[in-house]
């Protein structure tokens, strides 16, 4: 099992004082170690998709409530790491308000330590994978595919209502940006719903209507997991 090291300075110090008592307690250990470990359900992971003001988010935070899962959004992981002080913020900053796609390993990075950190295996990840190469680093990083992938199906015009009735303060939610994004989200998202489609995981939902209506779509197919 994985060794923490406050553990091995207590059994290295019980050995030091009696050599029987330290060897004792760090079997002792390994082996609730091991069975914690694999008593650890293995997530089930839903990849949530579609272009910007889909209502991606305001469907995830339904999904959440009604069914216990944890959201994770990537734009919101990012918008944090903005918004705090480190060395990526002014490169993120700049590729948000142009509406590109943020180099895939600081945001498998994020998406992998929110995972890592959440104490419920049912997670929903909000706005990731954007592009091929967010989805092949998902897969080397963190090592595991997507069970599900969920697809907001929405027209142009609805989405372009919608991002700019946000008001929210998003540096991107203006129509220069969703312009480009939409671009974006054409050229690079849709090979990604594309290649979960041949693998018979995409459950595309049409995201024209009311927020209530439209999770009366997306009820049934969560409604009937066994998870
Ligand atoms: N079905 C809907 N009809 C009208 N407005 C919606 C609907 N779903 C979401 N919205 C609103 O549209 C905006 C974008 O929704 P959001 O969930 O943030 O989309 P996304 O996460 O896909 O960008 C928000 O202001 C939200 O309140
Ligand atoms: N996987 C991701 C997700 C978001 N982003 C960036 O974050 C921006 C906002 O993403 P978002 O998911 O919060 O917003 P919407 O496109 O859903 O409105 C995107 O336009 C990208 O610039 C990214 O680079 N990579």
Redesign the pocket.
Known sequence: PPVDTKWLEVCGTLYYRNCEVGIFVYSRYCFLAKEGASNQRSPFITFVL??????????CVKIAETFGFAHLSAGDLLRKEMSSDNENRAMIWDIIKEGKIVPSEITVNLIRRAIESSKNHKILI??FPRSDENRIAFERIVGVEPDLVLF?DCPEEEMVK??L???QGRIDDNIETIKKRLKVFEKLNLPVINHYSAKGKVYKIN?E???DE?FEKVRPLFASLSI
Do not use: Y
């Not at 579609?50 to 469907?59: C, E, I, R």
């Open positions: 579609g272009g910007p003001g889909s209502g991606k988010g305001t469907q909000d706005g907001f919608r991002v009735n946000r008001n995201a209507g009311t927020a439209i």
